[in-house]
């Protein structure tokens, strides 16, 4: 069966300090990959996405990067973190089909980032 | 501006009781999801509903989707405190690329 692992689940960190949050999906091939940040209380921003390894599509302009070294990693990056950073971080995949088409996407338990 | 929107944005109801979800959009879709959030975690995917479905039955989950009104439903019956999570509709669109957008969601807290 195919799971999700995301992590850290929490994490603290100052104004201006790097960030790498790690994402991998095991069981199956050639997912998409998506991560996305969660304000309390409200819905799902989609920040990346990718079809594959190395293709990274940004959805929204920030201060954020994403990379997709190996075909089931994809990880979050920040050079330098400032205080609207905050929030929850949650990586997902989906099947990918060949073309897009809204399949039910499979979400890790999140991280929690708070910055200081 | 979002493409689907749930109603309401909370719902707060008895153990036992039925409990109704709503989502509307704006744009013509290919499908309608419904996820569920527990708190602090990950979301859950629950129905799928495609463009040309009516209703989708899964469990004590019913789902509906009306595409002239761009709107869809969610019925959970016999509700359980363990069913106390954030309910969320996805939709995609036909245009506009590789997107599916969520909803900011529906707060059920279901009080045994």
């Known amino acids: 069966s195919q799971t999700i692992h995301q992590w850290p689940a929490t994490l603290v960190q100052p104004v201006g300090s790097p960030l790498s949050l790690e994402c991998t999906v095991e069981?199956?091939?050639?997912?998409?990959l998506y991560w996305y940040r969660q304000a309390a209380g409200r819905g799902l921003q989609l920040l990346f996405y990718?079809?594959?390894?190395?293709?990274i599509s940004s959805e929204v302009p920030q201060n954020l990067s994403a990379s997709r070294p190996q075909d089931r990693q994809f990880i979050l990056s920040s050079k330098k973190l400032l205080l609207s950073d905050s929030g929850f971080y949650l990586c997902?995949?989906?099947?990918?089909?060949?073309?897009?088409?809204?399949?039910?996407?499979?979400f890790g338990d999140g991280t929690r980032l708070s910055i200081l | 501006s979002q493409q689907g929107e749930e109603d309401p944005q909370a719902l707060s109801i008895q153990e036992g009781e039925n409990a109704t979800m709503n989502c509307s959009y704006k744009?013509?879709?290919?499908?309608l999801q419904w996820y569920r959030q527990n708190s602090g975690r990950g979301l859950v995917h629950l129905i799928l509903?495609?463009?040309?479905?009516r209703e989708k039955h899964s469990g004590r989950l019913r789902v509906t989707l009306d595409t002239s009104k761009k709107s869809s439903s969610l019925l959970i019956t016999a509700s359980r405190a363990a069913d106390t999570a954030s309910y969320f509709c996805?939709?995609?669109?036909?245009?506009?690329?590789?997107?599916?957008?969520f909803g900011a969601g529906t707060r059920l807290f279901v009080k045994a």
């Open positions: 069981g199956t091939s050639n997912p998409n």
């Open positions: 509903i495609r463009s040309n479905e």
């Open positions: 997902a995949w989906s099947v990918n089909i060949g073309a897009f088409s809204n399949q039910p996407q499979h």
């Open positions: 744009t013509s879709i290919n499908n």
């Open positions: 990718s079809v594959g390894i190395g293709q």
């Open positions: 996805a939709t995609d669109a036909t245009t506009g690329g590789f997107k599916t957008i």
